[in-house]
T-cell receptor, first 110, second 114 residues
Framework: DAKTTQPPSMDCAEGRAANLPCNHS???????VYWYRQIHSQGPQYIIH???NNETNEMASLIITEDRKSSTLILPHATLRDTAVYYC???????????FGKGTRLSVIA | EAGVAQSPRYKIIEKRQSVAFWCNPI?????LYWYQQILGQGPKLLIQ????????DSQLPKDRFSAERLKGVDSTLKIQPAKLEDSAVYLC????????????FGPGTRLTVL
């Protein structure tokens, strides 16, 4: 079973920042937080991952609380193409399968 | 770099028929996964291969599902006989067998069982 809790849906205005929360209160010390997204009719796409420090790449930023029990994915300037289901996944690093929950359906509105 | 290829993209069959899906992973990726995604849910692992060996098939319904990865490259997933509840999207993913283990997904095969 998924070890994360996410809101089922969120809306965001185009051009604004989208902040997607995730709770993972039972995360272990060696588990990372991963984010993937799935655009309609496509396979999931990797976004970002982190252990305890905040991370940033060309797609998004990941903010992890100090106690590591929750995190937030930030899309700084959401576009219509960011409309997708976003999955927060907790797992150890390595060749292990991804355990998906139901994710958050983000709708970016013009 | 070419992505993960899957075929067919869509398949419609009647229950009790058989069906096969094909996956070609990214070149050099040793690890291959098959996931099943039922409408409204996240993907669920069916089987994981490392090269041509099975790492995890604990969630594969072995009475009707089978998978192989001959020569450690392409893979096929077969369902025989299909049931109505097998209607889903079947996703293939691959990754390098290293610590940086980003999984790359194909577009999936949408199966409808009537």
């Amino acid at each position: 079973d998924a070890k994360t809790t996410q809101p089922p849906s969120m809306d965001c205005a185009e051009g604004r920042a989208a902040n997607l929360p995730c709770n993972h209160s039972t995360i272990s010390g060696n588990e990372y937080v991963y984010w993937y997204r799935q655009i309609h009719s496509q396979g999931p796409q990797y976004i970002i991952h982190g252990l305890k420090n905040n991370e940033t790449n060309e797609m998004a930023s990941l903010i992890i609380t100090e106690d590591r029990k929750s995190s937030t994915l930030i899309l700084p300037h959401a576009t219509l193409r960011d409309t997708a289901v976003y999955y927060c996944i907790v797992r150890v690093q390595g060749n292990t399968p991804l355990v998906f929950g139901k994710g958050t359906r983000l709708s970016v509105i013009a | 770099e070419a992505g993960v290829a899957q075929s067919p993209r869509y398949k419609i069959i009647e229950k009790r028929q058989s069906v096969a899906f094909w996956c070609n992973p990214i070149s050099g990726h040793a690890t291959l996964y098959w996931y099943q995604q039922i409408l409204g849910q996240g993907p669920k692992l069916l089987i994981q291969f490392q090269n041509n060996g099975v790492v995890d098939d604990s969630q594969l319904p072995k009475d009707r599902f089978s998978a192989e990865r001959l020569k450690g490259v392409d893979s096929t997933l077969k369902i025989q006989p299909a049931k109505l509840e097998d209607s889903a999207v079947y996703l293939c993913a691959s990754s390098l067998a290293v610590a940086t283990d980003t999984q790359y997904f194909g577009p999936g095969t949408r199966l409808t069982v009537l």
